[in-house]
C-alpha cells in the first residue's frame, strides 16, 4: 500500500518539463518511466526520465552548423520523482497541489540514485550527429553550463582521424564541414545512431524490441534498457498467443512496445 503511485508517467511529462528542463534545447519524452530503487532499505517506485538533448528547441545562432553539431551535443542529468509521493495534497497545496517532489530537491540523494556522470550523449529526442573529442589541452568547446565548456572522453563514436571517414560522412550528410572544418581534429568522432533502440536493432536485428527504452542509473552511471524477445514460429508444447499482448505493460493498456501482428510461442514471450 505504501508504494501504490500517485503519479502517472504516461500524463506527468509536461511537468517534469515545466520544472526541470532547465533550458529550451532539453527535454523529456511525452511517455515517461518507471523504475525501482532502494531506499532506507525498500525498493520504491520512481518516475524516471533523461533531461535530453532536443535538437527541435536550438533557435538562432544555435542552429549554426558549428553550434548545433560541436558544441550542443549531450543532454544533462536523470530526472527522478518518487512515484508515491506528492508535495502537497491538492486541496491545501493552494493550487500548486499535487506536484511530483524531485529527488534532486531532497536535502541527500539517495545512494541508489546517485550519478557520477550526468551526461548523455545518447536518447529518444536527439535527431542528429554530434561530432566530439579533442586532443589533451585543448580548450573545451561542449556546452555544459552556461559557464562550463566539456569535452567528451568515452568510448563512443566513430573516429574521424583519417580522411576516408571524413570523407564518407561527408557525402553521407551532405555537409562539407565535416570535411574542412578546422575544428574537426585528430581525437574527433562522430556520434550518428542516438536512439537507443536503434543502436539495439543496428547489431541484434533478430531481436523484436520493446517500443519503450527507458533509462535507469546502474552502478553509479545513467544506462538505457532495452527490453527484446526472441520469436518462433512453432515452439513443442506451447499456445500462440499475440505478443503485443504478452508484452502490454502497465503504463497504458494496448501501449505495449511490440507490434500486435507479431506471433510467439507463450515459452518465448516470458523470456526477456
Same mark, same amino acid.
Given at each position: ?5 500517485? =503519479? ?34 525498500? =525498493? ?12 527541435? /528547441?536550438?533557435?538562432?545562432? %544555435?542552429?549554426?552548423?558549428?553550434? +548545433?553539431? =560541436? ?7 536523470? &530526472?527522478?520523482? +518518487? ?9 491545501? #497545496?493552494?493550487?500548486?497541489? /499535487? ?50 565548456? *566539456?569535452?567528451?572522453?568515452?568510448? #563512443? ?10 570523407? &564518407? ?8 564541414? @565535416?570535411?574542412?572544418?578546422?575544428? @574537426? ?23 523484436? =524490441?520493446?517500443?519503450?527504452? *527507458? ?6 552511471? @545513467?544506462?538505457? @534498457? ?8 512453432? *515452439?513443442?508444447?506451447? %499456445? ?15 501501449? #505495449? #512496445? ?15
Amino acid at each position: 500500500m505504501s508504494n501504490i503511485r500517485l =503519479l502517472d508517467p504516461a500524463k506527468i511529462e509536461r511537468t517534469f518539463t515545466q520544472q526541470q528542463q532547465l533550458r529550451a534545447f532539453y527535454g523529456f519524452p511525452p511517455q515517461l518511466d518507471v523504475d525501482r530503487y532502494e531506499v532506507n532499505g525498500q =525498493l520504491q517506485d520512481f518516475i524516471v526520465a533523461l533531461r535530453e538533448l532536443d535538437t527541435s /528547441g536550438l533557435s538562432g545562432n %544555435q542552429t549554426e552548423w558549428i553550434n +548545433q553539431h =560541436l558544441v550542443y551535443t549531450h543532454g544533462n542529468g536523470i &530526472v527522478t520523482a +518518487q512515484a508515491n509521493e506528492i508535495n502537497a495534497a491538492l486541496e491545501d #497545496g493552494g493550487g500548486q497541489g /499535487g506536484l511530483p517532489v524531485f529527488t534532486s530537491d531532497k536535502p541527500e540523494v539517495p545512494e541508489s540514485l546517485r550519478v557520477q556522470e550526468p551526461r548523455t550523449y545518447y536518447g529518444e529526442l536527439i535527431d542528429t550527429y554530434s561530432i566530439v573529442g579533442a586532443p589533451d589541452g585543448a580548450t573545451p568547446t561542449e556546452y555544459d553550463t552556461d559557464t562550463e565548456r *566539456y569535452t567528451y572522453s568515452g568510448r #563512443g563514436g566513430v573516429p574521424l582521424d583519417n580522411i576516408v571517414n571524413r570523407m &564518407v560522412f561527408a557525402l553521407f550528410y551532405g555537409e562539407r564541414n @565535416i570535411l574542412f572544418n578546422s575544428s @574537426i581534429n585528430e581525437e574527433s568522432k562522430i556520434m550518428y545512431v542516438r536512439d537507443p533502440a536503434d543502436r539495439v536493432q543496428a547489431v541484434a536485428p533478430w531481436l523484436t =524490441l520493446d517500443g519503450d527504452p *527507458y533509462p535507469a542509473v546502474v552502478d553509479g552511471r @545513467i544506462t538505457w @534498457i532495452v527490453d527484446g524477445y526472441t520469436t518462433l514460429e512453432n *515452439y513443442p508444447y506451447a %499456445q500462440r498467443t499475440p505478443l503485443g499482448e504478452s508484452t502490454t505493460d502497465a503504463l497504458q493498456p494496448g501501449q #505495449g #512496445g511490440c507490434d500486435p501482428s507479431w506471433t510467439a510461442t507463450s515459452a518465448t514471450c516470458a523470456t526477456r
